[in-house]
Every structure is written in structure tokens, then in C-alpha cells.
């Protein structure tokens, strides 16, 4: 079945700096979707992407689908502490979630 | 609220005993899922519904899991005989069946411990 996986696992940064968490998958997606987990929390749906080649922002956030879509990225500019948390990426066909990238920011 | 609520927030029990799980969805929604989440890991998918039709389960479910949405409104998910490895959050989701898909709104989820 769909294998999602998602690169790197881990991420520290200082407040500021930018991050990006990759997503990829073993097949062909018909659409992605990011969710966002706060510590403690639940799962909190980011955006959906559909198209090839898609690109939305959402303030400080890129988010990008592949021409192929087969992967997709997350883009944080200028990292607050407020973006602490794991970001999951979901091929919504499968309802398969990656292990997330888990983003901690130093103040 | 017009959430997703799930019931009880935390569950404590013995090892071999059997716990029940409640999920209420948006009430709109038509679709409805269970996931399982440890420590540093993604939601692990259990099973989907759509109305009161269960239409996929994971092949990593074993039989000591069950799960029913009787009138297509609320689920609930049956462990039996709970095991050690049991224990993690198990997470209730709901959408609105559409095309393209649409996004899942999750409740807080049920907490399970096995002493």
C-alpha cells in the first residue's frame, strides 16, 4: 500500500530562522493534506493540495505539491514560537499519515 | 461546540480487561475514522466509515478490535482483552465525504493506559 514518508523527523531552529519539512511518497497522490499537532493536542488541518505543481501560502507558510504528485513540501519563513509542533503530511486516498517532522524553536 | 468529542477523555484499566471508546462526529459529516497514536508517531489508521458502512480496516487491527457506527451518527471502538501494547491515544476523525476529499477534523482523544 502507500508508504508516506517524511523528512527530517526531528528539526530544531532558532526563532527566525526558516524550516521546511518534506513529505514523499512511494506512489502517485491524488491529493495531499497538512495537519498540524500542537504538543498535547490533536491533529489541525493546515490546507489540502490537488494539483500538480500546486502552490498555496498561508502567511508565513508555503506549502507545495509536486509536478509529479508524488511529494510535497512545507515552508515556515522566519520561525516564531507559536509553529512549535508536528507537522503530518497525509495522502488523503489512503488516509495514511507520515511519522511528521517535529519542530521545536528557540526563543 | 459542534466538534468531534470523543468519551472518556482518559481510560485506566487492567490488562484482559475490555474498554469501549465513544466518538460523536460533526454532525454533518458522513464519514468517520479511528486512528491510533503513540509517543513521536503519526496517527496509525484503524478504520473508516462511511454513513454506517464500515469500508476499510487496517490489516494491522487484530480481531480483539471492533468498531460499529450503527446509525451512521456516533462510533464506538471495542478493544477486548487489552494488552500492554494497547496503550496509546486513540484518536476519532470526521469529514465531509466530497471530491476532492475533505479535510478531518479530529477530536481530543481517548487516552488508554493497561496497568
Known amino acids: 500500500g502507500q508508504q508516506v514518508m517524511q523528512i527530517p523527523q526531528y528539526q530544531h531552529v532558532q526563532e527566525g530562522e526558516d524550516f521546511t519539512t518534506y513529505c514523499n511518497s512511494s506512489?502517485?497522490?491524488?491529493?495531499i493534506q497538512w495537519y498540524k499537532q500542537r504538543p498535547g493536542g490533536h491533529p489541525v488541518f493546515l490546507i489540502q493540495?490537488?494539483?500538480?505543481?500546486e502552490v498555496k501560502k498561508q502567511k508565513r507558510l508555503t506549502f507545495q505539491f509536486g509536478e509529479a504528485k508524488k511529494n510535497s513540501s512545507l515552508h515556515i519563513t522566519a520561525t516564531q514560537t507559536t509553529d512549535v509542533g508536528t507537522y503530518f503530511c497525509?495522502?488523503?486516498?489512503?488516509?495514511?499519515f507520515g511519522a511528521g517532522t517535529r519542530l521545536t524553536v528557540k526563543p | 461546540d459542534t466538534g468531534v468529542s470523543q468519551d472518556p477523555r482518559h481510560k485506566i484499566t487492567k490488562r484482559g480487561q475490555n474498554v469501549t471508546f465513544r466518538c460523536d462526529p460533526i454532525s454533518e459529516h458522513n464519514r468517520l475514522y479511528w486512528y491510533r497514536q503513540t509517543l513521536g508517531q503519526g496517527p496509525e489508521f484503524l478504520t473508516y466509515f462511511q454513513n454506517e458502512a464500515q469500508l476499510e480496516k487496517s490489516r494491522l487491527l487484530s480481531d480483539r478490535f471492533s468498531a460499529e457506527r450503527p446509525k451512521g451518527s456516533f462510533s464506538t471502538l471495542e478493544i477486548q482483552r487489552t494488552e500492554q501494547g494497547d496503550s496509546a491515544m486513540y484518536l476519532c476523525?470526521?469529514?465531509?465525504?466530497?471530491?476532492?476529499?475533505?479535510?478531518?477534523?479530529f477530536g481530543d482523544g481517548t487516552r488508554l493506559s493497561i496497568l
Open positions: 497525509a495522502g488523503n486516498n489512503d488516509m495514511r
Open positions: 493540495l490537488v494539483k500538480s505543481g
Open positions: 506512489t502517485t497522490l491524488s491529493n
Open positions: 476523525a470526521s469529514s465531509f465525504m466530497a471530491d476532492p476529499d475533505q479535510p478531518q477534523h
